[in-house]
């Protein structure tokens, strides 16, 4: 199975095997497009990266994505004690609700949340997306003789792999904390409520010119994302 992250001008990828709750890993790259290329032509990207597959010589024709916070919708319901055959309905109703653009032209989805205590309710994130966005990846997947096996939000897949890497990253039920994320020329900030996520908001790197050092241009990026964050949620 292979696992691609799309960012601009480059592709990372990472080749894996899984097995049950693991993972084994057996290599990971970065593909650089080069500038003759238009990276707003899907197929032209995919191509390009069945090249670079075919002469690394893998294999694998399966494969998963990660879209970025900024082509996502996220939200976080209380689904009580809905039924797994009900639930399809009430995240449609709820989707309804809150977009502002057509539910047809999106692609909805949701994961159910795991409980810190027996005493919470029942929780769901709900994802949104784009269809043209889905079908970029589809495309690039095609085009590079790969088989689309599923889209995950970055947001919710960084968390996990958070406590994957770090079994002990936070350990106080209830209280607030924030995964912070460097992505280029931004920034994402995922809010966590002891192990359960809860939102995430990402925002360009501005530097005002020369004025601020890229330190403390991400510093201060990321404070705004905190106090835009904190106390809404």
């Given amino acids: 199975m292979l696992a691609l992250e799309w960012t601009n001008r480059q592709i990372r990828v990472v080749e894996g095997q899984a097995s049950g709750s693991s993972i084994k890993l057996s290599r990971a790259f970065t593909v650089e497009i080069p500038d003759q290329i238009d990276v707003m032509d899907v197929e032209a990207v995919g191509s390009f990266l069945r090249q670079k597959l075919q002469a690394m010589k893998i294999r694998d024709r399966r494969g998963v994505s990660c879209i970025d916070r ?14 797994e055959k009900e639930l399809a309905g009430l995240i449609r109703l709820q989707a309804m609700r809150d977009l502002t653009l057509p539910l047809e032209e999106t692609s909805v989805d949701y994961v159910r949340t795991t409980q810190e ?24 997947f095609k085009s590079a003789g790969l088989k ?7 947001s919710l897949a960084m968390v996990r792999a958070a406590f994957a890497m770090i079994p002990t990253l936070i350990t106080h039920s209830g ?10 020329d931004s920034v994402e900030l995922c809010l966590l409520r002891g192990t359960q996520f809860v939102t ?6 501005t530097r005002g010119g020369d004025e601020l050092a890229p330190s403390d241009a991400f510093l201060q990026t990321g404070r705004r994302l905190q106090a835009s964050l904190s106390g809404q949620y």
């Fill in 70 to 83: 900024r082509s996502v919708v996220l939200k976080v319901i209380s689904v009580g004690n809905v039924s």
């Fill in 117 to 140: 205590s027996p005493d919470e309710s029942p929780e769901a994130v709900i994802a949104v997306v784009r269809h043209e966005i889905v079908n970029t990846y589809q495309t690039l």
């Fill in 148 to 154: 689309l096996e599923g889209l995950w939000p970055a």
């Fill in 175 to 184: 209280q607030e904390h924030f995964l912070v994320v460097p992505d280029g």
């Fill in 200 to 205: 995430s908001a990402s925002r360009a790197i």
